[in-house]
């Protein structure tokens, strides 16, 4: 099987591998993205921690942008954002100068 991916395609920072003829999906290593004086660290809600889209769209105006505070806090999964946890928010600028540095 071939697949091609769009040019610039964030699939493309992918890697297609498969285990017992299985295939799945492996996220390549991205380099941290910078921890600045302008982030915020915050306490999640039971909200928060349960919908980090929205918290994304309260920080960045961006729900999609959930992937940058899982990524700057080395969390995989949203589920495993909890209640009380302090997490950092980066500035959203830095994101856009870190995205321009690793694409």
Same mark, same amino acid.
């Given at each position: 099987?071939?697949? &091609?991916?769009?040019?610039? /395609? ?7 591998? /498969?285990? +017992?003829?299985?295939?799945? !999906? /492996? ?39 959930? !992937?940058? &505070?899982?990524?700057? +806090? #080395?969390?995989?999964?949203? +589920? ?8 950092r928010i980066? +500035?959203? #600028?830095?994101?856009?100068? !870190?995205?321009?540095?690793? /694409?």
């Amino acid at each position: 099987m071939q697949i &091609i991916l769009p040019e610039g /395609s964030w699939l493309n920072r992918t890697e297609l591998f /498969s285990v +017992n003829g299985i295939p799945f !999906w /492996s996220q390549t290593e991205m380099d941290p993205i910078p921890v600045t004086d302008q982030d915020q660290y915050i306490q999640l809600t039971q909200e928060q921690a349960r919908r980090v889209d929205l918290l994304a769209f309260d920080s960045y105006g961006d729900p999609v942008l959930y !992937w940058a &505070i899982l990524h700057a +806090n #080395e969390i995989d999964l949203p +589920n495993q954002l909890v209640e009380g946890m302090v997490i950092r928010i980066p +500035n959203l #600028e830095t994101i856009r100068t !870190w995205l321009e540095q690793v /694409s």
